[in-house]
């Protein structure tokens, strides 16, 4: 399937399933996923390139379970990231989204490798931030765009946005990892040389034949890839397109839904209406600057802060959220992820945000303030350095500190912008980015650093590091300290070396930001929600124009693109109406018969209160949307509870449903009846007739078994594929309802049984046992231990009898 031209479009009215607003990791994921499972999809970029922040980012992704760990042998249940993250998150925990992340973010990477260009690296040696967390881990939750070859992208590679210059090599990507490591080993070994100098020369070759390096590494190739997956499938990609407005309708019930925007494509206004809705995925607000002004407590007059993300992001996602209802989550822990970065001078009058991510936890630098003194262990994650140098300074006092080296240093590792030997340094000298004294005393005065208090630091500092100890800031205490340090390095300390060498070097830092975190709040589909937290029809958030699910938090490094990408691909799942267990390429819910998705109820009642709850259900239950099919009232197992089978035709229905009861003042019609409610979505087996009353099904009880299992980590195929082989014999002896899995909370399927009486149950599963045909052969070694099963009777008003 060819896309559309990408610059050539004319018509003003175009009608699509998905429009999708932005071209970074949530945008792609989204638009890839979508074209996926049969949806036609359009992406609107307002910049002349496609990629945003995720073209210029490392293209890492935290995605705990994932399969590059488990192939390694490094395997964890869930709930060891989940208590990393409660720990974290503390208030900012959001459980049931956060669950949602960390289970389908495995199955999100498992689908783009087995069905699209992109493909992945493990990060099975990259820790988490902090590693005295409970349930911090020392690595296997990380994955990488493994690099990507530009040629595939054929004409479309003129378009993707080339890399952040300052943090290349002549234009070139570095990546992360062995290929870094033999850019700093260039001089000190001839098998780093061989790789380099094979390296810069197809580089040059590239520049000559194509005008760009073609051999794409981290957040280019994660860009590239999905870029090149989604012309594959058809997704027409339209850059110079910014989004004027979104477009509404006005729904039976009169609610407004978004089914589309008018965009501005090269200066001629088009509208392009989505049946299926938008997806807002424009790279949150790093430079808006009244946006940062409100959420930004170090900058309120929203110019002092310089992000380092693409600079078209300027919020207009979260503006055009808001015109509809939506509402930016302001309440986080932090509203940005931040990030020490410098300013460079470029030859054409601009300055480029260059952010520190690598060199700071290196053996030799320290960070200081203008007032001379360390304030941060140089070594943890950037987010953190900025936060202790924000609660270091007094108030009113501007957010920036000095990088302070010396001349070893900087020829083995460089600083910012400033590139190792034997690459020359003087036109950085030369536009003052960098800062060189003889002596501390001659940096200190061309810096504007207290001179004694500097002196005293690098003594006390250095003395710090002969023993390999640091007393103030405990550098290289943890496992991501050590990570980034050196591991050749001959002292005690992988963190630590004394600074000694003159002459000396610094290079100034200011509060910056890889991208934001605080944005439009959504539910676990991604849906937009409203001030009364109800979702907006037709409307998705994605990346970071989603408020993070980390809650203004950064325990690790990937916490960006890795929700990005997971959440784009469940979006994609709930705009197709398809439920994201499953990823084959014949989606097995594609062949389904309607009604397929159901949503289980389970109501603790007081005693002597079940006949009037359950004629308060039929009445609730019609006056709403999808079918009851079953009311039953427990015998055995936990009593008093009245659960409650509905039926619907697709997930957008159900969720509408489930969302109305919710928001009901009396849900069920039992709300001053009940004392707990719980409300769980499923998927039918897609092999399995839909339920149907006991009046069309002919399957009657009176005694029904409600039985439900965990499932283990990639057992959903396999235990619906056995059922459908044991089923038909099984039912010989008895009926099965339903078998369903579940959509929400833990990895389960629930299925329910009808029987005569309690012993014909009794009979008819010693039966199947005898005879070998129950439980399915080799089923059990999917589920996990956790099962429960309960034996409930039908209300007078239940269509299953």
């Not at 007094?394 to 020829?411: M, S």
């Not at 050196?486 to 930001?513: C, K, L, W, Y």
């Not at 005694?703 to 396999?718: F, H, L, N, S």
Request: hydrophobic content about 40%; charged content about 15%.
């Amino acid at each position: 399937m060819t896309a559309p031209s990408i610059d050539t479009v004319a018509a003003k009215v175009w009608d699509c399933d998905l429009l999708v607003v932005g071209s970074g990791a949530g945008a792609l994921s989204t638009a890839v996923t979508a074209a996926h499972l049969g949806l036609q999809v359009i992406v609107v970029e307002k910049d002349p390139h496609y990629g945003g922040t995720t073209a210029w980012s490392g293209g890492w992704m935290w995605i705990p379970r994932n399969p590059f760990a488990i192939q390694a042998g490094i395997t964890e249940p869930i709930e060891k990231p989940l208590s990393y993250l409660r720990h974290e998150l503390g208030e900012q925990f959001d459980e049931m989204r956060a669950r949602t992340f960390l289970t389908h973010g495995p199955r999100m990477v498992r689908f783009f490798e087995e069905h699209t260009a992109l493909q992945f690296m493990d990060g099975n040696a990259v820790p988490d931030f902090h590693g005295r967390t409970e349930d911090a881990a020392l690595g296997g939750r990380s994955v990488c765009a493994a690099p990507f070859n530009g040629r595939l992208l054929g004409k479309h590679v003129k378009q993707l946005k080339t890399p952040l210059y300052e943090m290349t090599f002549l234009g070139m990507g570095i990546a992360s990892g062995a290929d870094i490591r033999h850019f700093f080993n260039a001089l000190r070994s001839w098998g780093s040389f061989l790789h380099v100098a094979k390296r810069v020369t197809r580089h040059l070759l590239d520049l000559a034949m194509h005008g760009r390096g073609m051999q794409l590494v981290n957040g280019n190739a994660l860009v590239a890839g999905l870029a090149k997956s989604a012309f594959d499938a058809g997704v027409d990609i339209r850059v110079n397109s910014p989004v004027v407005r979104l477009v509404t309708e006005a729904g039976a019930d009169g609610v407004q839904k978004v089914r589309g925007a008018v965009v501005m494509h090269n200066g001629v206004e088009q509208t392009i209406r989505a049946k299926r809705g938008v997806m807002l995925a424009t790279g949150g607000f790093p430079h808006d600057p009244e946006r940062k002004s409100q959420l930004l407590p170090h900058d309120p007059t929203g110019q002092q802060h310089f992000s380092a993300a693409s600079r078209g992001n300027t919020g207009d996602g979260l503006r055009l959220g808001e015109s509809v209802g939506a509402v930016v989550a302001n309440d986080l822990k932090h509203a940005a992820a931040m990030a020490p970065v410098s300013l460079v001078p470029r030859a054409d009058g601009s300055i480029a945000h260059f952010p520190h991510l690598i060199e700071r936890g290196k053996p030799g630098l320290i960070a200081v303030t203008r007032f001379g003194k360390r304030f941060v262990n140089e070594a943890d994650s950037y987010h953190d350095f900025m936060q202790g140098l924000i609660n270091a300074l007094p108030e009113g006092e501007p957010v920036q500190a000095w990088l302070v080296v010396d001349h070893r240093f900087i020829r083995r590792w460089g600083l910012g912008a400033v590139k190792p030997a034997p690459v020359p340094m003087h036109g950085m000298l030369a536009n003052g980015y960098l800062k060189r004294g003889s002596t501390l005393a001659e940096l200190a005065q061309a810096c504007g650093i207290d001179a004694v208090a500097l002196q005293n630091t690098v003594a006390r500092y250095n003395t710090q590091a002969d023993i390999g100890y640091d007393g103030e800031f405990a550098k290289g205490q943890t496992a991501y300290n050590r990570v980034q340090g050196d591991a050749t390095h001959e002292g005690r300390n992988p963190n630590m070396a004394p600074i000694q060498d003159g002459p000396f070097f610094a290079v100034r830092v200011v509060a910056g930001s890889l991208g934001t975190f605080a944005g439009l709040r959504c539910n676990e589909h991604a849906q937009v929600l409203n001030a009364q937290g109800r979702p907006i029809d037709g409307l998705y958030a994605g990346g970071n124009d989603l408020s993070s699910v980390m809650g203004g938090n950064y325990p690790s490094g990937g916490i960006t693109l890795g929700p990005a990408m997971t959440f784009g691909y469940l979006a994609a799942h709930h705009a197709a109406r398809l439920s994201p267990d499953f990823a084959s390429s014949e989606h097995p819910f594609l062949k389904r018969t309607s009604p397929m998705y159901y949503e289980l109820a389970t109501m603790t009642l007081p005693f002597g209160t079940a006949a009037q709850a359950a004629a308060n259900v039929q009445t609730f239950c019609a006056q709403g949307q999808g079918e009851l099919l079953g009311c039953w009232f427990t015998d055995i197992g936990v009593l008093n509870q009245m659960m409650v089978l509905r039926g619907f035709d697709d997930l957008a229905t159900l969720q509408a449903e489930r969302n109305r009861t919710q928001h009901n003042a009396s849900p069920f019609g039992c709300g001053d009846i009940f004392q707990s409610l719980e409300q769980h979505s499923y998927q039918g087996f897609p092999w399995m007739k839909p339920v149907r009353p006991s009046a069309e099904s002919g399957i009657n009880g009176p005694v029904y078994e409600i039985r439900t299992y965990g499932i283990k980590p990639g057992g959903v195929q396999p235990t619906i594929d056995l059922w459908e082989q044991a089923i038909p014999v099984r039912e010989k002896i008895s009926p099965c309802v339903v078998a369903m899995v579940a959509l929400d909370g833990p990895l389960r399927f629930t299925n329910i049984w009808a029987y005569p009486t309690l012993d014909a149950r009794s009979k008819a599963r010693a039966d199947a046992v005898a005879q070998g045909i129950w439980p399915p052969k080799g089923g059990p070694a999917n589920l996990t231990t956790n099962m429960v099963s309960t034996i409930a009777m039908p209300t007078a008003v239940s269509p299953l009898k």
